[in-house]
């Protein structure tokens, strides 16, 4: 009795111990584990964002998977990943963050200010919650600085 009383204590202790792990990561660290986000992560390192997402925020970021990065014409990655155009592609990531930690449960339709100064569209029908024309495909990501919501589609931010 004593040993299985011990033995479920110490299960308890260990999955508690599992399910916290993810709240230690910060954003880019969460952002790694998933695996699905090489695309977003390469370009926050050419766009110099790498780090503000490695701060103490709390931030909400809307994260392109790969797949949604594949849906861009043809070319305009490669364009953006260029030195040269390093202020445009830092003001399109920022354009993907909100200053403070939004869980899926808050969201609600509204204007959002992002980190580079645009707004996003947040509209809620039902289940489905649309960033712009982008659909949020998993909410609640969390991280030790904020949340990921991950998101079907790259956002372009408003011409300048």
Known sequence: ?????????????????????EDEKDIIATAKSAGTFSTLLTALDAGDKTNMLQGTGPFTVFAPS???????????L???LKPENKKKLAALLAYHVLEGKVMAADVKTMMA???NGAKLDIKVTGDV?????????????????GVIHV???VLMPPAE
């Open 1 to 21: 009795m004593i040993q299985k009383l011990l033995l479920t204590s110490l299960l308890s202790l260990i999955i508690g111990v599992a399910v916290g792990a």
């Open 66 to 76: 790969d797949e949604a990065f594949s849906k861009l014409p043809s070319g305009t």
């Open 78 to 80: 490669d364009d953006l």
């Open 113 to 115: 200010k992002t980190a």
């Open 129 to 145: 919650v649309m960033v712009n024309d982008a659909k949020v495909v998993k909410a609640d990501v969390k991280a030790s600085n």
């Open 151 to 153: 998101i079907d589609s």
